[in-house]
């Protein structure tokens, strides 16, 4: 049987994401979200940490860390503020995708800037999977990559890319063309101009908006061979799908957390007909499935990012992240909701962060 326990080092580094994101997080949540982006006082602090930068020493990180801690601290952090966790994850994931599919070339180029000790909190990476006419899954990518002459084309759509606008390394889950399932699935990373490639920023988004983000449309984008982070269908690509993935669920369980430790307060402190309502099976029990839906998804969650260390057969890699993800993303959504109406009127308000919470949960899917 497997051992979900951390280790001595990882519960270390889930207590200072655990105290960040009550102590930082959690309190700029609102004014993130008004501001439409991170602060960069608390970018420079999470550098600091080493949080965010997860990459080899030799290249200025702070070390690489396994799945399973990645997914403690973006539980963690989703617990604070999904937003936030989600602005933070989403520039990381552009440079762990030239950490993990990418040649000494491309390290050096596009690694280095993030771990700078300086300027390194001011970086910004992306990250772009899901398209217009499908959500955060390999199977619903289409955007194709074919090979013409001594370079590539690609066409295809992009949504809801954070940090999408401006972003170094811009990197594109794509797949070659006249190709199915894994065997084709390439990261690109785009030119920072490039023909052809129309990027609109979101607006007058419903949640997420702590983390900016927007749209690609690609036509024709040329794109020479060394802008591929190793070959179709290799293993790195593919963990970086399944990185990807795992980082979402582990923000979605923490935002679900979130939900039932505040909704759970309210009702204990919310007195009705002589009583706290959460002696009301109708909230008593909206509580108890909130929180036994979250220790499934938490067990799915560890046991793919426990698999994503032990680096299994890509099919089983993908499928289990993504099973992760979906179970997480969908409970979120519907926790956050049940918060919302445990809390009555007093949920809608801004007084309280769950309405925001639950605008955030809807816009990751």
């Not at 080899?56 to 997914?71: F, I, R």
């Not at 199977?139 to 990559?145: G, K, V």
């Not at 001594?150 to 949504?159: A, S």
């Not at 801004?350 to 949960?361: F, G, I, L, S």
């Amino acid at each position: 049987m497997i051992d979900f326990s951390p280790t001595v080092e990882q519960e270390e580094i889930r207590q200072l994401a655990r105290s960040l994101a009550s102590d930082r997080l959690r309190p700029e949540g609102r004014s993130a979200e008004r501001r439409g982006d991170i602060s960069a006082e608390l970018m420079r602090m999470l550098a600091q940490t080493g949080l965010t930068t997860p990459f080899s020493e030799d290249l200025g990180g702070s070390g690489p860390l396994e799945a399973v801690t990645y997914v403690l601290i973006a539980e963690e952090l989703g617990f604070g503020d999904g937003g936030l966790a989600m602005n933070i994850f989403g520039s990381m994931l552009g440079p762990l995708a030239v950490a993990l599919a990418g040649n000494e070339r491309q390290l050096e180029q596009y690694i280095y800037p993030f771990c700078d000790a300086q300027e390194g909190a001011k970086e910004r990476g992306s990250l772009a999977i899901a398209e217009r006419t499908g959500g955060y899954s390999v199977a619903e990518i289409s955007t194709a990559l074919r090979r013409d002459s001594d370079y590539y084309l690609i066409n295809g759509t992009k949504r809801a890319v954070i940090h999408g606008a401006q972003s170094c390394p811009r990197v594109v889950l794509a797949r070659l063309a006249d190709t199915t399932g894994k065997d084709g699935l390439c990261a690109v990373i785009l030119p920072a101009q490039a023909e052809g490639l129309q990027i609109t920023p979101d607006g007058q988004k419903l949640g997420l908006l702590a983390a900016p983000s927007a749209s690609y449309a690609l036509k024709d984008v040329i794109v020479t061979p060394d802008a591929l982070l190793g070959e179709p269908g290799n293993a790195g690509v593919l963990r970086v799908a399944a990185l990807s993935a795992l980082l979402r669920a582990g923000v979605a369980c923490g935002m679900v957390r979130a939900a039932l430790e505040y909704a759970g307060h309210y009702a204990e402190e919310r007195i009705a007909f002589g009583r706290p309502i959460v002696s009301y099976q109708g909230i008593a029990f909206l509580l108890a499935e909130m929180a036994m839906k979250l220790d499934a998804a938490h067990l799915l969650l560890w046991q793919a990012a426990a698999e994503w260390d032990r680096v299994p057969a890509p099919e089983t890699l993908l499928r289990d992240a993504e099973a992760a993800q979906y179970q997480a993303v969908k409970l979120a959504k519907a926790a956050t909701i049940d918060a919302v109406q445990i809390m009555g009127g007093a949920g809608f308000m801004q007084d309280h962060p769950v309405e925001m919470w639950m605008r955030n949960a809807a816009a990751m899917e």
